[in-house]
């Protein structure tokens, strides 16, 4: 058995804005796990927001990760691997991933039956739209035609209000927002009542992550449902914030691990919390392994790959806006790229 790694550089159809950057492309890192003719594949594409980054994976990286002596079981392999990641949620996730594809192409059956997930009844996936020029809007929303939820990044108090108005003059889609910490607790709960009026489903993360008293009251009185992502990074989290959320999103790149991701499904489910599955901006690599548990969720914004325009890799697909897997044993990937640098 042996590791490799490669660089990739993602770039969007649009540039991505949210509200605290922007950006054209992505760095991410494809970790390969060679056991003969099987390679287990996987992904890191690291958040800044997070102090992580390409580099510090690679500066990791670069030191040689180890494999046990004996490489017989996937559990035993991550164990030894998993100290070594030096706490890099996205460098875990890309092992586990890459561990899982392996393990599963190994004993000929797909990852999300080795987690014991449902497959059979998947999720309708929301399309993002992110922060940009107003008179991109139009254009964007043409794209993102074959979908039948969008996910609206707002967090700029200035233009959310004209993003909206703007997004309401090409459709009447079911609108998931996503202030990404962006708004003000003394003008949140009036937008809130507004957007209630505009197809609005519900709010992602409208305070920074340390405002939790505040984050309490706005849901208390919201007419909409108040979602977690940065106060959702892994299951030590939940507990926390049970009282002050109605639901949490999932990443991998945040919680380090399918099995992790598995976890968290099962303790919101306990808290009686609603469940959405997301993502970074990623290839289909990162976006397939988290597909594995999209059947156990109650929404699903994996898109990331559908927002580039060099996806190296195929894998999960939206067939009348519903996440499908690819047929075949782990992650069930597929190289589409004739770049050498890539397995």
Not at 18 to 24: E, F, K, L, M, Y
Not at 128 to 150: F, V
Not at 245 to 253: A, Q, S, T, V
Not at 303 to 315: E, F, K, M, T
Request: glycine share 6%; proline share 4%.
């Amino acid at each position: 058995m042996e590791l490799s790694f490669s660089t990739y550089r993602i770039h969007l159809h649009h540039t991505f804005g949210i509200a605290r950057s922007s950006n054209d492309w992505y760095d991410v890192v494809f970790i390969y796990i060679k056991d003969g003719e099987i390679i287990g594949r996987g992904e890191a594409a690291p958040s800044l927001r997070y102090n992580e980054s390409t580099e510090r994976i690679l500066s990791v990286l670069k030191q040689k990760v180890k494999l046990p002596e004996i490489c017989t079981k996937r559990d035993t392999i991550w164990n030894h691997i998993l100290p070594q990641l030096k706490g890099i949620k996205a460098l875990e996730a890309a092992f586990s991933m890459a561990l899982w594809d392996w393990w599963g192409q190994k004993n000929e059956k797909p990852v999300s039956e080795l987690l014991e997930m449902n497959s059979n009844k998947m999720p309708i996936t929301s399309f993002t739209i992110a922060i940009g020029d107003l008179d991109e809007i139009g254009e964007k929303i043409e794209e993102a035609d074959p979908y039948k939820i969008l996910k609206v990044k707002l967090g700029t108090p200035k233009m959310d209000r004209d993003i909206m108005k703007e997004i309401r003059q090409h459709t009447d889609k079911l609108i998931r927002v996503d202030a990404n910490e962006g708004w003000q607790a003394d003008t949140a709960l009036h937008f809130c009542k507004w957007l209630a009026d505009q197809n609005v489903e519900f709010i992602e993360q409208p305070f920074p992550a340390d405002q939790l008293k505040e984050t309490a009251v706005l849901r208390e009185k919201s007419p909409l449902d108040i979602y977690a992502d940065e106060n959702s990074r892994d299951s030590t989290d939940i507990p926390k914030i049970v009282n002050v959320f109605d639901g949490i999103n999932i990443k991998l790149m945040k919680c380090g691990s399918l099995e992790e991701g598995k976890r968290m499904i099962n303790l919101a489910k306990f808290y009686d919390m609603k469940i959405m599955l997301g993502c970074m901006v990623e290839s289909s690599v990162g976006i397939t392994a988290a597909a594995q548990l999209a059947g156990e969720v109650d929404k699903v914004d994996l898109d990331g790959n559908l927002l580039i325009n060099n996806d190296p890799y195929s894998g999960a697909r939206v067939e009348d806006g519903r996440l499908v897997l690819p047929k075949g044993n782990g992650l069930g990937i597929r190289l589409n790229s004739t770049d050498d640098i890539l397995l």
